[in-house]
Each structure stands twice: as structure tokens, then as C-alpha cells.
Antibody, heavy 116, light 107 residues
């Protein structure tokens, strides 16, 4: 089955760190740009970061630059998002998605809550 | 950053009727425009890319049109499963940006 499964979300204090993971299956992960998209509770969608197939190109939305790092391990069919210096406004469901332009495959998401 | 503006915010439609949703970009995005559907508690689902190309498995009642800065999603005859929030998304420039969404509700 073609799917993406996120993990690693949870409650973290402001200024803390969290690492999200995404396990891909059912397709050739190493041929796909991959991205993270987030959605704050009751709000719209925000494209956070994307990464090229070989990891040599990465792009970030301004609001997370210098704090978040996207990476991948093609041998493990996995995508990651290291989130440091977390703020309350980073609270959201984080979706792992296939594609760097638009996405035809979304995971179910993992909730990150930043609160003291 | 390209700002995507959707209208209306909420659209009340009876089952079987046509729904027309609009999306405007703050600058040209050519045809690099996608439409997504999101139901409560679910991840978004791709409906259309390239402004008018339906994704795999999407029914023909969904159609997209437009280019440049003005885009339209039309649902020709609303079914019960179509009541949801719809987002447009441009992928012409980085960062990719979404509209704020149009909620299609039962009239």
C-alpha cells in the first residue's frame, strides 16, 4: 500500500526541540521530492519545507528558517523534520507529503503542541 | 510571497446543485495551481493540478479552469460526500502558498 506515516509529535515547552519522522512505503521514495506541510488548529495550510531526492536542495518558509531542518534517509525510506527553538505558533498538525510543488500523497499527520 | 485569496469563505449549496469556488493570486502563477479537498479530521486530498488536470480517481464532476491570477473550481452536481473545505495552492514560486479555504456546506 502506498502510504506515509508520521510519528514523533507531542507536547513540548517553548524553546524546546522535537524530531518528526515519516515512514514511506509502496512507492520509490528515492525518486520523490518530499515536504512537510502544517496546519494550526482550526486554521489553514502552510507549506513548511521541502527536500530534493538526493537531499542536496532544501527550502524553508521564512517563519522556520534557522530553527527547523528537513532531512531524509533514502536507505530507510524516511523523511525527518528536526524542530528547534519551538514557539507557541508552531503548534499544528504536521503532514508529511510527497512532492515539492504539489502533493498527491499525504500522511495522516502528527500533532505538535508547544505550551508550558 | 504570493498571496492566494479564495472566495467566498462559505458556500451554502443544496445537493445536486452546482458549486463555483474562486481563487485569486496576488501575481501570476501561470497554470501552477492545485485544488485540494479536506474533510474534518482528515488530511487534504489532491483534486486538481495544473489548474485543470484531475488527479487519479477524482470524479469528472470536479473541474478546474483559469490561468495567471484567476482560477475557478466547479463541482457540477454536489454529492453528500463533497461537503468539505476546499483549498487552492500555488506552486509557481517558493514558498508554496495556500488560500484560506472555502467551506462548502449543506443548504
Amino acid at each position: 500500500e502506498v502510504q506515509l506515516v508520521e510519528s514523533g509529535g507531542g507536547l513540548v515547552q517553548p524553546g524546546g526541540s522535537l524530531r518528526l519522522s515519516c515512514a514511506a512505503s509502496g512507492f520509490n521514495f528515492y525518486t520523490s521530492w518530499m515536504s512537510w506541510v502544517r496546519q494550526a488548529p482550526g486554521k489553514g495550510l502552510e507549506w513548511v519545507a521541502n527536500i530534493k531526492q538526493d537531499g542536496t536542495e532544501k527550502y524553508y518558509v521564512d517563519s522556520v528558517k534557522g530553527r527547523f531542518t528537513i532531512s531524509r534517509d533514502n536507505a530507510k525510506n524516511s523523511l525527518y523534520l528536526q524542530m528547534d527553538s519551538l514557539r507557541a505558533e508552531d503548534t499544528a498538525v504536521y503532514y508529511c507529503v510527497r512532492g515539492g510543488w504539489f502533493s498527491d500523497l499525504w500522511g495522516r499527520g502528527t500533532l505538535v503542541t508547544v505550551s508550558s | 510571497e504570493i498571496v492566494m485569496t479564495q472566495s467566498p469563505a462559505t458556500l451554502s449549496v443544496s445537493p445536486g446543485e452546482r458549486a463555483t469556488l474562486s481563487c485569486r493570486a496576488s501575481q501570476s502563477v501561470s497554470s501552477n495551481l492545485a485544488w485540494l479537498q479536506q474533510k474534518p479530521g482528515q488530511a487534504p486530498r489532491l483534486l486538481i493540478s495544473g489548474a485543470s488536470t484531475r488527479a487519479t480517481g477524482i470524479p469528472a464532476r470536479f473541474s478546474g479552469s483559469g490561468s495567471g491570477t484567476e482560477f475557478t473550481l466547479t463541482i457540477s452536481s454536489l454529492q453528500s460526500e463533497d461537503f468539505a473545505v476546499y483549498y487552492c495552492q500555488q506552486y509557481n514560486n517558493w514558498p508554496r502558498t495556500f488560500g484560506q479555504g472555502t467551506k462548502v456546506e449543506i443548504k
